[in-house]
């Protein structure tokens, strides 16, 4: 059984560029989360989804950032415009209920 | 306050030793609490589930404190392989829809 996979595992992106960072959750899960982390800090909690539907985006910046998680493929962290402020790693989990979440490896950004 | 507070250390402790964290939460209706380890530049992975009857897992051992709203992990018999940094975590919110990481502890083991 893999485990979530997340892709690309680093992204290099100019200013003002757009980011798109991939989520496939483990099989079985249908509940995926996206959390932002920062060098030195704690996960900040950014989106929860569940398939074609935003749960909860509490965590989410207003402008430039978007999540989605399709009917078919994986779920989808995006961010237009990046900022040199937008570097940081994402970690993408999955849950098959309520309960114990599973990460993946995670996407370290990198805006220049 | 924050929802999740950990003491960031970080803690130095000397192989073999047995060294305890703990970790505060705020909201009192949060049911289920987690321990992960996540070592430099790696994802979290999750360490011990703590419900209301704790939970061990041979030299780790994770209680659950609702009256004081804390829970705590001990670590006997320390190894140099359990240097990492070790995160709480919790649901949060009335519809428990998220779950509340605290900042991490850092420890190190030294020879």
């Known amino acids: 059984n893999a485990g979530v996979m997340q892709n690309p595992r680093h992204l290099v992106r100019r200013r003002g560029q757009e980011a798109r960072l991939r989520c496939s959750p483990m099989?079985?899960?249908?509940?995926v989360y996206w959390y932002r982390q920062l060098p030195e800090e704690g996960l900040k909690f950014m989106v929860y989804?569940?398939?074609?539907?935003?749960?909860?985006e509490s965590g989410m910046p207003k402008e430039r950032f978007s999540a989605e998680f399709p009917k078919e493929g994986p779920s989808i962290l995006r961010i237009q415009q990046v900022v040199r402020g937008d570097s940081a790693a994402y970690f993408c989990a999955s849950s098959p209920n309520l309960d114990e979440q599973y990460f993946g490896p995670g996407t370290r950004l990198t805006v220049t | 306050r924050k929802e999740v507070e950990q003491d960031p250390g970080p803690f130095n402790v000397p192989e073999g030793a047995t060294v305890a964290f703990n970790c505060t939460y705020s909201?009192?209706?949060?049911?289920?609490f987690f321990w992960y380890r996540q070592d430099c530049r790696k994802e979290p992975k999750l360490l011990m589930s703590?419900?209301?009857s704790g939970n061990e897992d041979g030299r780790f051992t994770a209680q659950l404190n609702r009256a004081s709203q804390y829970i705590s992990l001990l670590i006997r018999d320390s190894k140099l392989s359990d240097s990492a940094t070790y995160l709480c975590?919790?649901?949060?919110?009335?519809?428990?829809?998220?779950?509340?990481f605290g900042s991490g502890t850092r420890l190190s083991i030294r020879p």
């Open positions: 703590v419900y209301s």
């Open positions: 989804l569940q398939k074609e539907n935003i749960i909860d």
């Open positions: 099989k079985g899960h249908s509940h």
């Open positions: 975590a919790g649901w949060a919110g009335s519809s428990a829809s998220k779950i509340i």
């Open positions: 909201n009192s209706a949060s049911q289920s």
